[in-house]
Structures are given as structure tokens and as C-alpha cells.
């Protein structure tokens, strides 16, 4: 009877801990949204934004203040740009971004 007490203890004790690891690696995993509007060149330079799959369109006012290095380092998989606009790759999260930037404005 004590070895099935042991061997209950440790598999909550294994099942506490991949918890932990799983909470760690998915808060780690998302992209600083305020530190993107910032690197996009503040709010006020945004126009409209869409999405499409994973893919994040943000038409802005002066694309030069856009920090595009800094939008790669902060997770982006890709960036295009044309005009004043700028196609952002980051996967799942482009909705939440959109979502995140209209309740800015």
C-alpha cells in the first residue's frame, strides 16, 4: 500500500511541474504587444490594420518611423513593405494584435 502512496506522490509532484514548464514556455512565446505599437512607430502613426492568417497589414502615416529591425527581433517571422504599409508575419498572434491596437484607438 505504501508504494502506490509513493508512486501517487510523484506523479503529482512530475504533473505539478510540466505545469509549470508549460506556463513558462507560452509566456515567454508571446510578442510584446505595446513594445510593437511603440516600434510601429506609436499609435498615432497607425492608420488601419488587417489580418490575414498570420499575416498582420498595418498601413501607417510615415513608414519611416517604423523600426523594422526591431519588429523582427520581437518575434515577427517576415516583414514586406510596400508604400506605406507594412506586411508583418507573426503567426497565431495577428489577431490579437489587431484586436489590441482597435481598443487603442
Known amino acids: 500500500m505504501n508504494n502506490y502512496i509513493e508512486y501517487i506522490v510523484i506523479a503529482v509532484i512530475l504533473v505539478i511541474i510540466l505545469l509549470a514548464i508549460l506556463k513558462a514556455t507560452k509566456k515567454d512565446a508571446g510578442i510584446d504587444f505595446n513594445r510593437l505599437v511603440e516600434l510601429l512607430g506609436g499609435k498615432d502613426n497607425i492608420i ?21 529591425e526591431g519588429i523582427q527581433k520581437l518575434g515577427a517571422k517576415g516583414i514586406v513593405e510596400i508604400d506605406n504599409t507594412l506586411k508583418i508575419i507573426l503567426g497565431a498572434e495577428s489577431k490579437q494584435l489587431k484586436k489590441y491596437i482597435d481598443e487603442l484607438k
Open 48 to 68: 488601419s490594420t488587417e489580418t490575414n492568417m498570420s499575416r498582420f497589414k498595418v498601413t501607417l502615416k510615415d513608414v519611416s518611423k517604423a523600426n523594422k
